[in-house]
């Protein structure tokens, strides 16, 4: 889905803070809250469904993003919503949960007709949404937290003692583990999700929206997170999940409901379904899942990592040589991601030394190390990668102040222009026209532009990290097609993923990190699943690392 907007209650949005999107506009706590559960939300509605939504219509200019658009969530289910980037789901979404007003169309929540003028709205009405990026302080405890403007009070004071223990009990009831006194911040990511969880199931939502939750867990986490899902919706409540993954609505959900180009083009019951029908209902065609690249011929070393100390890795070493993608498997946290910030040049190498096409730019600036020939698609694409407010067109044109694009160090504007529509077209970005902003478009729309962007340096090296993080299906084929053929030019690429068959598809040697260090190397035939997720839980052979 897209990032969000500023939450229309509180012009909140997720990196001022938590926004208050539980919390009705003026101020005072939604319905649930309390040291009361309100799970049993009258039984006896069991058949009026959780959510109807009739008849959406969204138009933004030059898209119609949700076109007549029906969907009937029922009580107790576990509701996939999936569809290409651009599909319109996080459109849908937002209308359901108030912070869009759609042009058309009912809204039902219990069979009540709902015009929610803001999440807040919603959240009284016993909807919850856990957001992509997190709402949540990082200096304030668990209980704080989940507590956070709906605190219970004892003579008109916040009882912390009270507090705590809301937060002990919810946690108990519903398997979602968390110590109420650790401090967020301290957290990782599938911890800080149970929080957010609490925090609605603390207000009282009977119908809990997910939007990609699983895109930044483990799969044990992510395991961990359908079997709350599923407590959840035993208990009577509801889940809406939206979602790119074809596994976990096949293993999940109940029923799917697909959209494609702002309508609904398919309404299935997983039972009934495969993953293949459900992935050409969301493309229009038939998609080859889960393909294995043959590999590459490799040449000269292009990259080499000697030693490389810097915080949170220990001692790398490996090389990546032209015409080879070289993968690094591992759980997050495990070193990734500053190895790749370190060779990046966004963080000082401690110790070692790297070399890139035989020269040595251990030390150097990330503006040298791009002049070397180092192309980057960081994980975090909204932080780092692109300037949200800036064009489509301009986004394409970044860094490429130095190359054929520019003019004695100038961009001319036509020149812009028609870098964008190639790249545009090429990797299928959906944009309304190359001057829109870039906050215009979807999540992973937004991916597609920024790999189009890295790509078309043509650099010796490309370093890139989840390159398909909430991406779609068709859209992930054609991104590995472009890496694929990127490297069969003669380019090296070092790829970090959380997805194991993205690495098992494209990586013709295969890394795993633990604890900071490369632990374990594998040639592509040997890089089978079981064999990777033993490595990656620290239980690799150690001469494996041989030939890194
Ligand atoms: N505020 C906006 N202004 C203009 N266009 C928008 C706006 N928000 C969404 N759109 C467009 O509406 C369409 C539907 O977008 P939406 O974010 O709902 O898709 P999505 O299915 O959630 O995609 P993704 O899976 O990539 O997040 C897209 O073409 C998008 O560019």
Same mark, same amino acid.
């Given at each position: 889905?897209?990032?969000?907007?500023?939450?229309?209650?509180?012009?909140?949005?997720?990196?001022?803070?938590?926004?208050?999107?539980?919390?009705?506009?003026?101020?005072?706590?939604?319905?649930?809250?309390?040291?009361?559960?309100?799970?049993?939300?009258?039984?006896?509605?069991?058949?009026?469904?959780?959510?109807?939504?009739?008849?959406?219509?969204?138009?933004?200019?030059?898209?119609?993003?949700? &076109?007549?658009?029906?969907?009937?969530?029922?009580?107790?289910?576990?509701? !996939?919503?999936?569809?290409?980037? =651009?599909?319109?789901?996080?459109?849908?979404?937002?209308?359901?949960?108030? @912070?869009?007003?759609?042009?058309?169309?009912?809204?039902?929540?219990?069979?009540?007709?709902? =015009?929610?003028?803001?999440?807040?709205?919603? @959240?009284?009405?016993?909807?919850?949404?856990?957001? $992509?990026?997190?709402? +949540?302080? &990082?200096?304030?405890?668990?209980?704080?937290?989940?507590?956070?403007?709906?605190?219970?009070?004892?003579?008109?004071?916040?009882?912390?003692?009270?507090?705590?223990?809301?937060?002990?009990?919810?946690?108990?009831?519903?398997?979602?583990?968390?110590?109420?006194?650790?401090?967020?911040?301290?957290?990782?990511?599938?911890?800080?999700?149970?929080?957010?969880?609490?925090?609605?199931?603390?207000?009282?939502?009977?119908?809990?929206?997910?939007?990609?939750?699983?895109?930044?867990?483990?799969?044990?986490?992510?395991?961990?997170?359908?079997?709350?899902?599923?407590?959840?919706?035993?208990?009577?409540?509801?889940?809406?999940?939206?979602?790119?993954?074809?596994?976990?609505?096949?293993?999940?959900?109940?029923?799917?409901?697909?959209?494609?180009?702002?309508?609904?083009?398919?309404?299935?019951?997983?039972?009934?379904?495969?993953?293949?029908?459900?992935?050409?209902?969301?493309?229009?065609?038939?998609?080859?899942?889960?393909?294995?690249?043959?590999? =590459?011929?490799?040449?000269?070393?292009?990259?080499?990592?000697?030693?490389? %100390?810097?915080?949170?890795?220990?001692?790398?070493? +490996?090389?990546?040589?032209?015409?080879?993608?070289?993968?690094?498997?591992?759980?997050?946290?495990?070193?990734?991601?500053?190895?790749?910030?370190?060779?990046?040049?966004?963080?000082?190498?401690?110790?070692?030394?790297?070399?890139?096409?035989?020269?040595?730019?251990?030390?150097?600036?990330?503006?040298?190390?791009?002049?070397?020939?180092?192309?980057?698609?960081?994980?975090?694409?909204?932080?780092?990668?692109?300037?949200?407010?800036?064009?489509?067109?301009?986004?394409?044109?970044?860094?490429?102040?130095?190359?054929?694009? %520019?003019?004695?160090?100038?961009?001319?504007?036509?020149?812009?222009?028609?870098?964008?529509?190639?790249?545009?077209?090429?990797?299928?970005?959906?944009?309304?026209?190359?001057?829109?902003?870039? %906050?215009?478009?979807?999540?992973? *729309?937004?991916?597609?532009? +920024?790999?189009?962007?890295?790509?078309?340096?043509?650099?010796?090296?490309?370093?890139?990290?989840?390159?398909?993080?909430?991406?779609?299906?068709?859209?992930?084929? *054609?991104?590995?097609? $472009?890496?694929?053929?990127?490297?069969?030019?003669?380019?090296?690429?070092?790829?970090?993923?959380?997805? +194991?068959?993205?690495?098992?598809?494209?990586?013709?040697?295969?890394?795993?990190?633990?604890?900071?260090?490369?632990?374990?190397?594998?040639?592509?035939?040997?890089?089978?699943?079981?064999?990777?997720?033993? !490595?990656?839980?620290?239980?690799?052979?150690?001469? %494996?690392?041989?030939?890194?």
């Amino acid at each position: 889905m897209t990032p969000q907007p500023p939450d229309p209650a509180t012009g909140d949005t997720a990196a001022d803070g938590p926004a208050t999107d539980d919390t009705a506009a003026d101020g005072t706590p939604a319905e649930g809250t309390g040291t009361h559960d309100t799970t049993a939300h009258n039984p006896t509605a069991h058949d009026t469904p959780a959510v109807e939504l009739l008849g959406i219509t969204k138009e933004f200019p030059g898209t119609l993003a949700n &076109d007549r658009v029906d969907l009937t969530v029922r009580r107790g289910e576990i509701h !996939a919503l999936m569809g290409e980037n =651009g599909a319109g789901k996080s459109t849908l979404m937002s209308v359901l949960y108030g @912070m869009l007003r759609p042009d058309a169309g009912t809204v039902r929540v219990e069979g009540r007709e709902a =015009g929610f003028a803001s999440p807040g709205d919603a @959240m009284a009405a016993g909807l919850g949404m856990v957001h $992509q990026s997190f709402k +949540l302080f &990082d200096s304030l405890t668990v209980a704080e937290n989940v507590v956070y403007r709906a605190e219970p009070r004892r003579f008109g004071f916040v009882d912390r003692a009270a507090a705590r223990r809301r937060v002990a009990e919810l946690a108990e009831a519903h398997g979602l583990h968390v110590d109420p006194d650790a401090r967020v911040g301290d957290l990782p990511v599938g911890v800080r999700q149970r929080v957010e969880i609490l925090k609605l199931l603390h207000r009282g939502a009977r119908t809990l929206i997910l939007d990609e939750p699983t895109a930044v867990l483990t799969p044990a986490e992510a395991d961990a997170l359908f079997a709350v899902l599923r407590s959840l919706t035993d208990e009577g409540r509801t889940v809406i999940l939206v979602t790119h993954k074809l596994r976990e609505v096949m293993e999940g959900s109940d029923n799917v409901t697909v959209l494609r180009d702002g309508r609904v083009v398919a309404r299935l019951r997983t039972a009934d379904t495969s993953p293949d029908e459900i992935a050409a209902a969301m493309t229009g065609r038939a998609v080859e899942l889960d393909r294995i690249h043959p590999p =590459g011929t490799p040449g000269d070393d292009v990259l080499t990592v000697d030693g490389l %100390s810097t915080d949170g890795v220990h001692d790398a070493q +490996l090389t990546v040589r032209a015409g080879e993608i070289v993968g690094i498997a591992g759980v997050a946290g495990n070193g990734q991601s500053e190895l790749i910030e370190a060779l990046a040049g966004l963080r000082p190498v401690t110790a070692g030394q790297v070399g890139l096409s035989g020269r040595d730019i251990t030390h150097a600036s990330a503006a040298r190390r791009r002049l070397a020939g180092l192309a980057y698609v960081p994980e975090d694409r909204h932080a780092v990668g692109t300037a949200p407010a800036a064009s489509v067109a301009d986004n394409l044109a970044m860094g490429h102040h130095r190359t054929s694009l %520019s003019r004695k160090g100038v961009l001319p504007p036509k020149a812009v222009r028609e870098h964008a529509r190639g790249l545009v077209e090429r990797f299928g970005v959906k944009a309304s026209s190359p001057q829109v902003a870039a %906050s215009a478009l979807s999540g992973g *729309n937004l991916q597609k532009l +920024l790999i189009g962007r890295e790509l078309a340096h043509d650099a010796p090296l490309l370093l890139v990290e989840q390159p398909t993080r909430g991406v779609d299906i068709g859209a992930v084929q *054609n991104i590995h097609d $472009q890496l694929i053929a990127y490297r069969d030019a003669g380019h090296a690429v070092l790829l970090v993923s959380a997805e +194991l068959s993205e690495i098992r598809g494209l990586a013709d040697r295969v890394l795993v990190m633990y604890e900071g260090r490369i632990v374990a190397s594998y040639p592509k035939d040997e890089a089978d699943e079981r064999t990777l997720g033993l !490595a990656m839980a620290g239980a690799a052979p150690t001469h %494996s690392v041989e030939g890194a």
